[in-house]
């Protein structure tokens, strides 16, 4: 048996791979959403069944979940015809989670002819085709309109780069030199995640690196029953909605009903919404990573392997919206997910207000500007916005976060200003948008653009328009989200609160973005009156709202 | 006047202890002296610790000092009431930071701005991207907006406007109106701080300018005023987080360069010795009680990076010297997680109440706690002077019950695996700044300084594949010692943010000369004889569509009032940068020139370390004081036990060994060899390898 020193060192090794791969490809991705987004993960898989062994810390959170059910499509489509020095592409929704947008990258890692583990990187591309740029299309109906599907196919066979498919998946991007560099980018992480990997098994022995990843997910699991031993037993429920798919202006319900058990629970989805006609549907996969996402932020300590889900069992109908199969459009899932670790805050809350924080705000807000220079060159102008954290038993929410499912930064203004023909008026905090609470939400975000060029299309994909996210323990909501556009001196809301696809602009007409808030923590009547005052005197909250 | 001027004297103020380090440039001779530090005014402990040494002040020519008053004024939120006048619609950029959080896992994290919000206050104004100016300042605007920050209570302003890294027009007009009315001469100007792209960042680094200004200058003023009463005539320098050291006057003017001034002088230090002891390549480890700082030194020349964070969403833009830092130092705390791993930190004991072996009320057990059990630290001696003892019982007993019980091993064998998973978090930062970056560790040599870095050498040497490590012969005053032999540097940035081919080559020349021809001024003022001045020139570039950029040393020589510049020469430097960083280039891809970055850097004197080397002849018998047992690698050795300072030019030890002395314990692991070179170093080594 491996001993505990051994173990402790070996895992702290495999986690600095992890990383490594993760800050090889920031450094050298060309789109903002992989750069400056982080907006990627890499990790190891288990040479059969794909479950994570080890996952960087730095890349998307909600890939962590997520990448297992990749590298399992890889090994259930091709299995033993795999060769050393092959690496499959693929961005297959339903065959591993999330949308179009993600490219993922599985390279069977060999020693001694056979295969030990998966390396694998996934990135979010600029753009993947379909029918709106970025790759954000609201009224998609089916996956054929939100961009390309490769399903896993060779990249490279026995270490030959197959130029052909990198061809095919070029010819189908707007932005074809973005992916060009962001698929080198990958490439160069999987790389070194080979050689450092290789170098980590001569320096202490295939099998005792084997022995050690398989304690790790044993310790995980380990870890996280003693966590819900801990919490008292019973059922807890909690539910939310989603304000629309995008085509019928009617709320979907995301309903979660905790069943714990000893040391064991039951997370049942069933009273969910069935599946929808628009893109806020997600894959069953894509569900269970969202669990884990909201599960880590809660028990933060928990390590990034497949043991931490062994004493959970999902119950997730298979008509329901977040069981998606081919082709139902699954563009929008960051949406979708956002929700599922909003309920699984609020049920936490009925478990134990001490262990949780109230909703966040929510949603990712894509807005997407695209137009043509004078010279003719094409611009998307493409980017996700912030908004406040929930109020928590430490205090209140942070102002101006992002989203729990990443680690995104958001680009400078002044990038965004040199790089398009728009012009900020405003980048400021939202008054009034922390829910209040004991402790007060975060605040969201206004966001106003003006067009500098002579035309443009304007896309949207956002929610909260409709349900703000919620308080726990008392707490109040945050304010929802709000999105308005200039057209012919005139101000005008979406139909659809925050979905809108391709609307004209022109030259001096503006767009005004205000994120929501995130929900307060514990009754309003509670908190200090100090902070209150605090508040008013520093306008977090207005004067009228706050009396 | 009095005597002539003959010392040049380094001070490093730190938490417990203010370091002078004396060196006499007539007589060829260097004395320490460490006094205690008197935390609220640093300006006391600073000015006895050099009476300590030097009866006249009016002998010394130079006084270099590296202090934490900036780190400490932003860590502790102890700066001045200041106020920031932004474009109107962004004063709350420096409260959105880049839409982050503190930690990747788990929402509870919060920011307090340094600027309160009722201290940020608007103007109508506007310059675009491309440098027009949109809306022009109305100075009378900027006149009204002082007067609410005044009314406020603002002591010290900063100014920032959108897209003034294109163009400083207004924001210049807005800064001559600001000066006219503001009632001192706290005021900054982001374009005179950073002109560079990236709105968050510039303005995060000049409000934290402004909210530094009043209390570095005074304390600045504390420290001349007793310099000068004691007769003090020469120059009073200090260390920028560049490395390099700035006059008084510049150090008013931008406090936030010195946010990382004393850890920079001890990597100074750090790559001197290294070079003079014959190895350029070096990794500095500085052990305290909560952190373990690496930082890398290539040939002689220390790691910089761009920018740092002080704190959550305290971001200074700035070349600083490159620390990284992780949550494993002496009294790092050790425990079993539910899941039966054994971990190291990050949560610590600090200094107080400490480890357990101090009895001062923790009773979990440390990574220090872990180094008495195990006999490589002397209980009965301990080091820092604070207390007379180490409780071993007491550290025995944390270690049993919350390590050595949990994982089923007794508490000797719980201590050995603290220390192995403490080494392996260390060696893990060590791989983080050498291997991740494309450094082959073993080319290098790791230098411990702080108190407890010496006593895990031998295993870093062991578990990264370091060729040798290089105790000091003085650890405990590198900092000090870096004061006095640091070179004066002068950084300056300018935003280009242009395509390689349609780059104005002919401004590009223009800036290069005027940034190189004001770093010349600013040594020219300082008063400093200098060995040469050395102008150097980066770009920051990358592919167009890419966000990061690597930096792109150029070689140019000024001549003529120009450098001859080309853009055949940005390429080729470009592409072999980027070879070397990535391995492959894109074939195809336009490039992009973002900024624009030149260093001055004036050489001083060097100090030649010989100074600092054993004198007579004693012998290693007469320095061996006696023996303890210490276990290591599972077993328990009688260790000889030298006093280190004692030890002669060439003496050998060979392992298990333990050389004490007031500053620092250095443990020399069984199968390693400890030799003193000429300078007395102590170098360590695997013993095969060293045994002639």
């Not at chain 2, 006047?1 to 010392?7: D, G, I, L």
């Amino acid at each position: 048996m491996i001993d505990a020193v051994t173990l402790a060192v070996l895992k702290g090794r495999l986690e600095q791979i992890a990383d490594e791969m993760d800050a090889t490809l920031f450094r050298t991705a060309f789109n903002p959403i992989i750069a400056e987004a982080h907006d990627a993960s890499h990790g190891l898989y288990h040479a059969e069944t794909g479950e994570t062994l080890v996952q960087g810390k730095s890349g998307l959170p909600i890939f962590v979940g997520a990448m297992s059910f990749a590298v399992k499509a890889v090994i259930d489509r091709f299995g033993p015809d795999a060769a050393d020095g092959d690496v499959f592409i693929f961005n297959d929704p339903y065959d591993g989670g999330t949308h179009l947008s993600d490219f993922r990258l599985v390279r069977p890692f060999f020693r001694d002819g056979r295969v030990f583990c998966h390396l694998a990187s996934v990135g979010h591309w600029h753009d993947v085709g379909g029918n709106v740029p970025g790759n954000y299309n609201p009224v998609a109906t089916e996956c054929f309109q939100e961009g390309m599907l490769i399903p896993p196919v060779r990249l490279y066979a026995k270490g030959e780069l197959r130029q052909d498919v990198v061809d095919i998946i070029l010819a189908n991007s707007r932005l074809p030199g973005s992916a060009y560099g962001d698929l080198n980018g990958q490439i160069n992480a999987l790389d070194l995640g080979a050689k450092r990997l290789a170098e980590l098994l001569d320096e202490y022995g295939d099998d005792t690196v084997a022995e050690a990843m398989l304690e790790l997910r044993g310790r995980a699991a380990k870890l996280m029953r003693a966590h819900i031993a801990s919490l008292p037993d019973g059922t807890y429920s909690a539910e939310d909605f989603l304000d629309n798919d995008g085509h019928t202006d009617a709320p979907l319900s995301i309903a979660l009903d905790i069943t714990i058990d000893g040391d064991r629970m039951v997370w049942d989805f069933s009273r969910s919404a069935p599946q929808c006609a628009g893109p806020v549907n997600i894959a069953y996969s894509t569900t269970v990573a969202s669990c884990y996402v909201a599960l880590k932020h809660i028990f933060p300590e928990v390590p990034a392997n497949a043991g931490v889900l062994e004493p959970i069992r999902f119950r997730i109908p298979e008509t329901s919206l977040l069981h998606a199969r081919a082709p139902k459009p699954v563009g929008g899932y960051t949406e979708t997910i956002l929700r599922i670790i909003d309920v699984v805050f609020s049920a936490f809350a009925a478990i134990d207000p001490a262990i949780t924080n109230a909703n966040a705000y929510g949603t990712i807000n894509a807005v997407s500007l695209a137009g043509h220079r004078q010279d003719g060159r094409r611009w998307v102008m493409f980017s996700f916005f912030g908004g406040g954290h929930g109020g928590n038993p430490a205090g209140d929410g942070l102002n101006h976060g992002n989203a729990p499912i990443s680690t995104a930064t958001i680009p400078p203004l002044e990038i965004l200003e040199a790089a398009y023909p728009v012009m900020f008026t405003q980048w400021a905090l939202r008054p009034d948008s922390g829910g209040q609470g004991r402790h007060r939400g975060g605040l969201g975000a206004v966001y106003e653009i003006e067009l500098l060029e002579e035309s443009a299309d304007l896309f949207l994909f956002g929610e909260r328009g409709r349900f703000p996210p919620q308080g726990v323990a008392g707490g109040e909501p945050g304010a929802a989200n709000r999105f308005c556009y200039q057209q012919d001196g005139a101000w005008h809301t979406p139909p659809m609160a925050s979905k809108m696809v391709g609307v004209r602009l022109n030259r001096g007409e503006r767009i005004r973005l205000e994120t929501p808030g995130g929900g307060g923590y514990g009754p309003p009547d509670q908190r200090d009156p100090a902070a209150a005052a605090r508040d008013i005197a520093l306008g977090y909250v207005t004067a009228e709202t706050g009396e | 006047m009095s005597a002539p001027s003959r010392h040049v004297i380094g001070v490093d103020v730190g938490g417990t202890f203010t370091d002078v380090f004396v060196y006499d440039e007539v007589g060829g001779t260097c004395q320490v002296a460490k006094v205690p530090s008197t935390r609220g005014d640093q300006a006391t402990g600073f000015l006895a610790g050099i009476r300590a040494r030097v009866d006249d002040l009016g002998t010394i020519a130079t006084v270099v000092h590296g202090t934490t008053v900036a780190t400490n004024a932003l860590l502790e939120r102890k700066g001045a009431r200041a106020g920031i006048i932004t474009t109107a619609g962004f004063r709350d950029v420096v409260e959105m930071r880049r839409r982050d959080r503190p930690t990747t896992w788990g929402l509870w994290g919060r920011f307090d701005p340094v600027i309160p919000r009722d201290l940020r206050v608007e103007v109508a104004e506007r310059t675009l991207a491309d440098g027009t100016v949109r809306t022009a300042v109305d100075p009378a605007e900027v006149r009204q907006a002082a007067e609410t920050l005044l009314a406020r209570g603002a002591e010290a302003v900063s100014i920032v406007f959108i897209n003034a890294y294109a163009n400083a027009a207004n924001e210049a007009a807005a800064a001559e109106a600001l000066r006219a009315v503001w009632p001192n001469a706290y005021v900054t100007a982001s374009h005179q701080i950073l002109p560079e792209i990236r709105e968050f960042e510039r303005t995060s680094t000049t409000s934290l300018n402004g909210y530094l200004q009043p209390v570095v200058a005074s304390y600045l003023a504390r420290l001349e005023q007793g310099l000068d009463s004691g007769g003090f005539g020469g120059e009073l320098l200090i260390v920028q987080s560049n490395g390099g050291v700035m006059t008084v006057e510049t150090a008013h003017q931008r406090p936030v360069h010195t946010a990382l001034s004393g850890p920079a002088a001890g990597v100074i230090a750090a790559a001197h010795i290294a070079a003079s002891a014959g190895y350029p390549n070096v990794l500095t480890c500085d052990m305290g009680g909560t952190s373990f700082d690496v930082s890398l030194v290539a040939e002689g020349r220390s790691a910089l990076s761009p920018e740092t964070s002080i704190d959550f969403g305290l971001v200074v833009r700035s070349p600083m010297i490159e620390i990284t830092t992780i949550g494993a130092g002496g009294g790092s705390i050790a425990r079993v997680d539910a899941g039966g791993l054994l971990q190291i930190g990050p949560e610590s004991a600090g200094s107080d109440p400490g480890p357990a072996c101090y009895g001062l009320g923790n009773d979990r057990p440390t990574v220090t706690d872990a180094n008495v059990v195990l006999g490589r630290i002397n209980a009965a001696r301990p080091i820092g002077g604070a207390l007379d003892h180490l409780d071993v019982a007491a550290a025995e007993r944390a270690i049993a019950t919350h390590v050595g019980e949990p994982l089923g091993l007794s508490s000797v064998e719980a201590a050995e695996a603290i220390i192995r998973v403490a080494n392996s978090r260390m060696a893990g930062a060590i791989r983080l700044v050498s291997i991740e970056r494309g450094h082959d560790p073993k080319r290098f040599v790791a230098m411990p300084f702080g108190g407890g870095g010496a006593l895990h050498a031998g295993a870093l040497i062991r578990e990264v594949g370091l060729a040798k490590a290089l105790v000091p012969r003085f650890p405990g005053v590198t900092s000090a010692l870096g004061c006095v032999i640091a070179d004066m540097r002068h950084d300056f940035v300018h935003t280009l943010n242009a395509p390689l081919d349609g780059l104005d080559l002919a401004a590009v020349d223009a800036e290069m000369v005027r940034t190189a021809a004001a770093g010349r001024a600013l040594l020219d003022r300082a008063g400093v004889g200098f060995d040469g001045i050395d102008t150097a020139f980066e770009f920051d570039m990358s592919y167009v569509g890419q966000s990061h950029t690597v930096a792109v040393p150029v070689e140019v020589t000024l001549a003529d009032g120009a450098t001859g510049i080309t853009a055949d020469l940005i390429r080729t430097s470009f592409e072999a940068a980027y070879r070397a960083a990535y391995g492959r280039l894109l074939s195809g891809v336009a490039i992009r020139v973002l900024n624009l970055r030149t260093a001055v850097i004036g050489r001083r004197r060097s100090l030649p370390l010989e100074l600092l080397a054993p004198t007579g002849a004693g012998t290693v018998d007469h320095a061996q004081t006696g023996t303890r047992p210490v276990y290591a690698d599972g077993a328990w050795h009688q260790a000889a036990v030298y006093a280190r300072l004692d030890l002669p030019v060439g003496a050998e030890v060979r392992g298990p060994a333990v050389l004490e002395q007031p500053d620092t314990t250095i443990f020399v692991d069984p199968g390693m060899t400890a030799m003193v070179d000429r300078l007395g170093n102590v170098v360590l080594g695997r013993t095969e390898e060293t045994a002639p």
